[in-house]
């Protein structure tokens, strides 16, 4: 599986538009990129992924550049809610392995 | 649904005692894994089960055993505790095919 890059933390103000970077530009054809995210040690919740076309759900917007090495997830209007420790994850479809790394601690500002 | 529920939430162990930690979902998901998080610390894979009968071992899984007779139920057992062994500890369920998981909210498992 591709490792990725996320920044370690990063800060949004509350209403503003929240946008996590991530980088995998060892990623093969095959490889899907998923979002998970951790609130306050819940277990992970399951937010969005795609191949190569843009993605929206009622909870985010995906965006992966055309040379599918690098993606962004969108919380479009952040809430304190958001805040929680995102996770990028590069992997093939149906894979029986989800490897987490460190994430990237969004901290949501009123 | 009730989704992925794990038993207990909190659990203190002296060590070398033992202990199961129970899991099951009701999704009918082939897949089912456990996962321990450290303090600060993303998540590790400790087994993993595609399908009833068949097991196989994560990043961490030394310490653990795992069995899976049924679809729905996933228990991790602790034969002898460590305190390396505190840790928070979650199950997460899938379908076989796809790689959005469902996670349980975990068990705080405190060894001393």
């Known amino acids: 599986d591709a490792k990725t890059t996320q920044p370690t933390s990063m800060d949004c103000a509350e209403g503003r538009a929240a946008n996590l970077p991530c980088n995998h530009s060892?990623?093969?054809?095959?490889?899907?990129v998923y979002w998970y995210r951790q609130i306050h040690s819940q277990g992970p919740q399951y937010i969005i992924h795609g191949l190569k076309n843009n993605e929206t759900n009622e909870m985010a917007s995906l965006i992966i550049t055309e040379d599918r090495k690098s993606s962004t997830l969108i919380l479009p209007h952040a809430t304190l809610r958001d805040t929680a420790v995102y996770y990028c994850i590069v992997i093939i479809q149906g894979a029986q392995k989800l490897v987490f790394g460190q994430g990237t601690r969004l901290t949501i500002n009123p | 649904n009730a989704g992925v529920t794990q038993t207990p939430k909190f659990q203190v162990l002296k060590t070398g005692q033992s202990m199961t930690l129970q899991c099951a979902q009701d999704?009918?998901?082939?897949?089912m894994s456990w996962y321990r998080q450290d303090p600060g610390m993303g998540l590790r894979l400790i087994h993993y089960?595609?399908?009833?009968?068949?097991?196989d071992q994560g990043e961490v899984p030394n310490g653990y055993n795992v069995s899976r007779s049924t679809t729905e139920d996933f228990p991790l057992r602790l034969l002898s505790a460590a305190p390396s062994q505190t840790s928070v500890y979650f199950c997460?369920?899938?379908?076989?095919?796809?790689?959005?998981?469902?996670f349980g909210q975990g068990t705080r498992l405190t060894v001393v």
């Open positions: 997460a369920s899938k379908f076989i095919d796809n790689t959005e998981a469902f």
């Open positions: 999704m009918n998901h082939e897949y």
């Open positions: 060892t990623i093969s054809g095959n490889e899907y």
């Open positions: 089960s595609v399908g009833a009968g068949i097991t």
